[in-house]
Each structure stands twice: as structure tokens, then as C-alpha cells.
């Protein structure tokens, strides 16, 4: 047995251990992949002695969401409020791509942990410290985490990977008339041309970066429209 794997086995328990165990596996093989059985052999222990830990598997995924929604970065106290957004919301972002089954679990989480309980807070109070009414600083928080989560459920379920696409909207374009369809034709041209000048550029297109310009775009555009409404 590898010097590597029997420390890790000797290693004791804990929650946060079972957790990231939990969390490598989801991110290996996705969430419905994951099971006690799975996670003990990967441990190197007695299935039944996970329970010592975890209930279940509910409180198990709960517990999962909870670390990953730590591994967001906060608005600092102090900080402008737009700066504040729009760092955790691209923190967010990569977050969410690192572990591509939670996007779709978080929001629909009931029970949130400490660490979630912390990012309200923090959110909360870099809106309600940037001079938000409660009542907007509600629906901001609303409106940009469901453009956050939402935009990572589109990207992540994208069939192509980010140096893909350019050629695949290519060939999706001979698939209809453009006379028949000119406004879609015009923007696939867009799509096709500013891939091709990325792929001669020194930085590769990657599936981590080739959302990333739209992203922060998009994003820009909710800041720019609550900061109209806050004045």
C-alpha cells in the first residue's frame, strides 16, 4: 500500500474530512455518483462509521454545500459596495465551475450552514453599508445571485468545451438559410469571428475562461442598473 494512502487512512475522522472527501468524489464523478458505500472506501473505513459523522446523505450534501459556499470570497467591510458584488460574484463564478454539481443544489438547499448564514450577511451588509433601503438591498441580493447561479447552470450544461465553440456555432451555421434567418446569422458571425481572433491571441480559450468576459458583461449591467435605482 502507498506510504501516501496508509497516512491518509490513519488520518482520524472528522466532519470537515468526510465533507471534502464527499466534495472530491461529487467533483470527480457528480452528485448522483456519491454514496456512503463510495465515500467509505475512499476514506478507508466502515460505511457504518460515517454516521458517527453524518445522519445521512441529506445532511451530508447539506454540509457540502455549506464548505463549498465558504470557498466564496466576501465583500471586505468598507469596501464599495459595487466592488465588493462584483468580486464575490466572480468568485462565485469559479466556484461554481470547480464544482459543477452544486450550482443546481444551493439555492434549493433548506437548512443553511454557518458558512452560508456568513455570505448572506456579508452580502447583505455590503448593500445595506452602500446606502441600500432593506427593500432593494432584498432584491438585488434576489436578482444577482439568480443571474450568478443561472449563468453557471448555462455554461456548465454548454455541450462544448470553451475551444469548441467558435467552430461548433460555424457549423451550426450551415444548418439554416441565413437569408431566412438573419438576426441569428448576424450574432453567429459575431460569435465566430471574436473566437477565431481569441484563438490566435497567446491565452488559450478554455472552458474556465470562455464565459468569463460574458459573465463579468452581464454582470456590469445589474450593477449599472441598481446603482441607477439606488440614486
Known sequence: MPK????????????????RQAIELADESG????????????LGVEAMSLYNYVANKDEMIEGMIDLIVGEIELPKPGDDWK??????ARSAHHVLLRHPWAAALIESSEN???????????????????????ALA??????????????????INWPYAGDERGE?????QSDFPAADFPHIAQVMGYVVD??????????????????????VYGFDLILEGLERRLR
Open 4 to 19: 501516501q494512502k496508509r497516512e491518509a487512512e490513519r488520518e482520524p475522522l472528522s466532519v470537515e474530512r468526510v465533507l
Open 31 to 42: 452528485i448522483h455518483a456519491l454514496s456512503m458505500r463510495k465515500l467509505s472506501q475512499a
Open 83 to 88: 466592488r465588493g458584488m462584483r468580486r464575490r
Open 112 to 134: 443553511p450552514g454557518p458558512m452560508r448564514l456568513r455570505y448572506f450577511d456579508a452580502v447583505l451588509a455590503s448593500l445595506l453599508d452602500g446606502g441600500f433601503p432593506v
Open 138 to 155: 432584498y432584491h438585488a441580493f434576489l436578482i444577482m445571485d439568480s443571474y450568478i447561479y443561472g449563468f453557471a447552470l448555462q455554461e
Open 168 to 172: 461548433k456555432v460555424e457549423e451550426l
Open 194 to 215: 471574436r473566437d477565431a481572433k481569441r484563438a490566435r491571441s497567446k491565452k488559450p480559450i478554455t472552458r474556465e475562461n470562455a464565459y468569463a468576459k460574458e459573465f
